[in-house]
């Protein structure tokens, strides 16, 4: 089950950001800091910072593999295919942000309030806007 937590601070995202020498047994988030339980190894800190950071990074590394294609006659709506995997999302631009159909975007929705995932960001990207900040600024005007 994803949490909130389990999101952001997983395992998975230790072993993307310092390698997979040691099994994560747990991943507990502090005020500013992570502590990081191994096995086989101490315990260590790891910034919050940096895990959010990754968090945002993964996602845009993982959008450059993604083929974008905007639909006939929308002016907002794209196709966003994964071509290793087989997979299309639907992705809906509108001022203020936008939308996808994954699993990924409904969650961080669900626990942040907001939300961009891989497809997104492809879609950002299609766009010519590195962030989702630069784009919403620039739909606003
Ligand atoms: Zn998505």
Request: with cysteine.
């Amino acid at each position: 089950m994803v949490t909130s937590l389990s999101l952001v601070y997983s395992a998975a995202a230790v072993r993307r950001m310092i390698g997979d020498r040691f099994p994560v047994v747990r991943v507990e988030k502090w005020w500013k800091v992570c502590l990081v339980v191994f096995r086989g190894c101490r315990p260590r800190f790891m910034s919050r910072q940096a895990f959010l950071k990754h968090f945002v990074e993964w996602r845009k590394a993982q959008a450059r593999a993604l083929q974008v294609t905007r639909r006939l006659g929308s002016s907002h709506c794209f196709s966003v295919r994964n071509q290793s995997k087989g997979s299309v999302y639907e992705v809906q631009t509108f001022i203020g942000g936008l939308s996808c159909s994954c699993e990924d975007f409904q969650n961080q929705i669900q626990f942040f309030g907001r939300a961009c995932c891989k497809h997104g960001y492809a879609v950002l990207g299609h766009l010519g806007f590195e962030t989702l900040s630069d784009y919403i600024e620039q739909r606003q005007e």
